[in-house]
T-cell receptor, first 113, second 112 residues
Framework: AQSVAQPEDQVNVAEGNPLTVKCTYSVSGNPYLFWYVQYPNRGLQFLLK??????LVKGSYGFEAEFNKSQTSFHLKKPSALVSDSALYFCAVFTSGTYKYIFGTGTRLKVLA | EAQVTQNPRYLITVTGKKLTVTCSQN?????MSWYRQDPGLGLRQIYYSMNVEVTDKGDVPEGYKVSRKEKRNFPLILESPSPNQTSLYFC???????????FGSGTRLTVV
């Protein structure tokens, strides 16, 4: 069965420091991997995706994610965090075999001034 | 503006009173889906549709119905709502399954 794990409920980081939000997945077949962000009282917004190619994917708002096939991970990263990055982040996986998306449980990022 | 529109944004209803949450997209997307978001559980897929008249169950379909008579609309129907369906609901659409979603703003449903 497909699954996505976000092992940290919350990540705290100081403004200006690098941030990492972790995601691991378990699928059969080649995954399509996504990161979404949710600000309070808003819907989810697409940040970036990996389908194939370069393992480092760049997305919106200065975020990037690194695909690691051997560790089945897709961690979200940003070199320098902003207070405005504070939000709820979701990792998701899609496979063409099942034609379904599976989301992780979300990680709340708090960037402290 | 390309968007997914859900209505209503907030709804309080009583147990057993049928309701419909509407979802419409203006991007000619083929793939549409409904999710519920609950604390600690993330987003769970209720139903999805790959195209007009093609729908399938997600992970938590019990107590819900959907229809896809037109490409742009994908309503979620609760025939007899119960308190355990109190949740935040999101509609989402995608050009195809692997393209990434555009989400609606959400519907916060309370069943008393």
């Amino acid at each position: 069965a497909q699954s996505v794990a976000q092992p940290e409920d919350q990540v705290n980081v100081a403004e200006g420091n690098p941030l990492t939000v972790k995601c691991t997945y378990s699928v059969s077949g080649n995954p399509y991997l996504f990161w979404y962000v949710q600000y309070p009282n808003r819907g989810l917004q697409f940040l970036l995706k990996y389908i194939t190619g370069d393992n480092l994917v760049k997305g919106s708002y200065g975020f990037e994610a690194e695909f690691n096939k051997s560790q089945t991970s897709f961690h979200l990263k940003k070199p320098s965090a902003l207070v405005s990055d504070s939000a709820l982040y979701f990792c998701a996986v899609f496979t063409s075999g099942t034609y379904k998306y599976i989301f992780g449980t979300g990680t709340r990022l708090k960037v402290l001034a | 503006e390309a968007q997914v529109t859900q209505n209503p944004r907030y709804l309080i209803t009583v147990t057993g009173k049928k309701l419909t949450v509407t979802c419409s997209q203006n991007m000619n997307h083929e793939y549409m889906s409904w999710y519920r978001q609950d604390p600690g559980l993330g987003l769970r897929q209720i139903y999805y549709s790959m195209n007009v008249e093609v729908t399938d169950k997600g992970d938590v379909p019990e107590g819900y119905k959907v229809s896809r008579k037109e490409k742009r609309n994908f309503p979620l129907i609760l025939e007899s709502p119960s308190p355990n369906q109190t949740s935040l609901y999101f509609c989402a659409s995608s050009f195809s399954g692997g393209n990434g979603y555009t989400f609606g703003s959400g519907t916060r449903l309370t069943v008393v």
